[in-house]
């Protein structure tokens, strides 16, 4: 049953275009750079793992902190600094995640219109503030949002600002991502409905258990499913 007169709330990276994938490429690249310095190749990605988490809960998201986790990433496992020819490759690889071109998800060019004709449509993006707001910019899809919002986090207390600051009913209102960690549960938690677009390219950090018995829920296989629900 379709749903009329909703307020759908949309993530942007890897729910409206592609974006880990960029980062995915720049580590192969990262970690072929330091197989000499680890036992393995999982060992090293762990590594670096480690130091993301760590970097994105104290500087949060985007290209500079990209930048600042390889290279600490690589003075860990080479038990030494990197030298200048190092740290200049690791600016090559964080600026390759920030190109001016976007590439939509399929099925968003055409189905977010179409929502945005019959629903509220706001969005909710977390991460550098230039950078997010250059790939809004580029990807042409501005003009369908009343609202957006770029966080530093989207964690419960961003939500429940958004809930109050946009004077959302939640009963009424759908968070839409790929991430569970950021778009699922915290939405939930701030009692707001959700829609699990799952990316096979998702961030691991960005990973967690969904409750299979939840039913405020709805998980789609494709975005151009939403065109069917709402």
């Known amino acids: 049953m379709r749903r009329d007169d909703q307020v759908l709330v949309f993530d942007a990276d890897d729910t409206l275009w592609e974006n880990n994938i960029r980062f995915e490429r720049a580590i192969d690249a990262f970690l072929a750079e330091v197989a000499p310095f680890a036992p393995d190749r999982a060992a090293a990605r762990a590594v670096l793992d480690g130091v993301e988490a760590a970097n994105s809960a104290a500087h949060g998201y985007g290209s500079e902190v990209f930048r600042l986790s390889l290279g600490e990433a690589f003075a860990l496992l080479a038990h030494r600094p990197p030298g200048p020819a190092e740290l200049d490759r690791f600016a090559a690889l964080a600026a390759t995640v920030?190109?001016?071109?976007?590439?939509?998800?399929?099925?968003?060019?055409?189905?977010?219109?179409?929502?945005?004709?019959?629903?509220?449509?706001?969005?909710?993006?977390?991460?550098?503030?230039?950078?997010?707001?250059?790939?809004?910019?580029?990807?042409?899809?501005?003009?369908?949002?009343?609202?957006?919002?770029?966080?530093?986090?989207?964690?419960?207390?961003?939500?429940?600002?958004l809930i109050d600051g946009q004077a959302l009913a939640p009963e009424r209102t759908w968070m839409i991502g790929n991430s569970p960690k950021s778009d699922i549960l915290p939405a939930r938690a701030a009692g707001l409905n959700a829609v699990f677009i799952p990316h096979q390219h998702t961030w691991s950090l960005d990973d967690a258990a969904l409750d299979p018995a939840d039913t405020g829920v709805l998980r789609l296989s494709a975005f151009a499913e939403l065109g069917e629900h709402f």
């Not at 977390?126 to 580029?138: C, F, N, S, T, Y």
Request: charged share 30%; glycine share 6%.
């Open 98 to 161: 920030t190109s001016a071109e976007v590439e939509l998800i399929d099925g968003v060019a055409e189905t977010l219109p179409a929502l945005a004709a019959r629903h509220h449509v706001l969005l909710l993006t977390k991460g550098d503030r230039a950078e997010q707001q250059a790939k809004l910019d580029a990807s042409g899809l501005l003009g369908h949002f009343r609202s957006v919002h770029i966080e530093p986090e989207k964690d419960l207390p961003t939500y429940r600002r």
